[in-house]
């Protein structure tokens, strides 16, 4: 797929740690004002990817490139262009709210009124002026994450990068994030998340579904539901390897076993329902249909449930 007015650039991109390679030859880019989600459970290498284009750590293979700048030659000039929420809330819950964003603002060279005003200027924008002298202990959960995004906003950078924004939010803070997200990338501000939610990605332009460190799939949510080929169907039985096999001789298509169930995709899937209880009744104990959802595509291109995958260690994901 052709990207015109390309942010950011990976191009195959590698990354160890001792011995365990978390990221494998990733590539994609990345367009202006688009939100791009990484998607994947925890392990699949997109908390890695993150820190890597937010020059947290240094790239050891492979090139990454904002807005034409290079991550490994100019990582000074690219954190200048870089708004960073990570997963970890990052502001001192003893300062009141507008003194946070005050010395986060010092950190990029700000200063005076015009650090003060734009402060301001941010945190009317996100709802927040009523809350510049409170304390930011005394803030709900959502309310935090929207003063971390003030902070990393407040520089005015092209592009926003985020680690699990949504973590530990409500379903209304995390609406009221996402339509922030939407208005800052109508203005044209670019915006790479990682996120373990489906329901999440959902909401993005693009996906990259991540697997162990490398992206099984990339495209936009309808796309990517969409290259299934129609419902997927879903059967409990007590022998899945036997009657996957079995369905795979009778109909020359190509069923998989996932989680003691056999899935498979067809179009007009309600017509199979019947064909499937006549043909192999004795053994199916239920069948399920419905829509691909991205755990279908996650499923039909790696061969695992979305959440079967967990690491050790979850700062090496």
């Not at 797929?1 to 978390?22: C, K, P, W």
Request: proline share 4%; with cysteine.
């Amino acid at each position: 797929m052709m990207i015109e007015n390309t942010t950011l650039s990976i191009q195959d991109v590698r990354y160890r740690y001792g011995e365990n390679e978390a990221v494998r030859g990733v590539s994609f880019d990345v367009a202006e004002g688009e939100i791009f989600a990484l998607l994947g459970p925890n392990g699949s290498g997109k908390t890695t990817l993150f820190r890597l284009i937010s020059t947290l750590v240094p790239l050891q293979q492979g090139e990454i490139t904002l807005l034409g700048t290079s991550v490994r030659q100019q990582p000074a000039a690219v954190r200048g262009q870089l708004g960073v929420v990570f997963q970890s809330p990052s502001i001192d819950k003893k300062l009141k709210v507008l003194e946070n964003l005050l010395h986060h603002g010092r950190l990029y060279g700000l200063g005076g009124s015009a650090l003060r005003r734009q402060a301001m200027a941010m945190l009317d924008r996100l709802g927040l002026a009523d809350k510049a002298k409170d304390y930011c202990e005394t803030l709900s959960g959502g309310q935090r994450r929207r003063v971390e995004l003030a902070q990393a906003m407040l520089h005015q950078p092209r592009m926003l990068v985020l680690d699990e924004p949504s973590t530990g939010l409500d379903p209304g803070a995390r609406s009221d994030l996402w339509r922030y997200f939407t208005g800052l990338a109508e203005e044209g501000v670019t915006i790479v998340l990682t996120t373990h939610l489906l329901e999440e990605a959902e909401r993005a332009c693009r996906i990259a579904i991540m697997h162990q460190g490398q992206v099984a799939a990339i495209d936009t949510p309808a796309a990517l539901q969409a290259s299934l080929g129609g419902d997927s169907i879903l059967i409990r039985t007590a022998e899945p390897q036997a009657l996957a096999e079995a369905i795979r001789k009778q109909w020359d298509c190509q069923p998989t076993v996932v989680d003691g169930a056999v899935r498979f995709e067809q179009p007009n899937g309600h017509e199979w329902v019947p064909r499937i209880v006549e043909a192999f009744g004795e053994q199916v104990q239920a069948i399920t249909l419905g829509k691909p959802t991205l755990e279908d595509v996650f499923i039909a291109r790696t061969g695992h449930r979305f959440l079967e995958e967990t690491t050790t260690d979850e700062t090496h994901s």
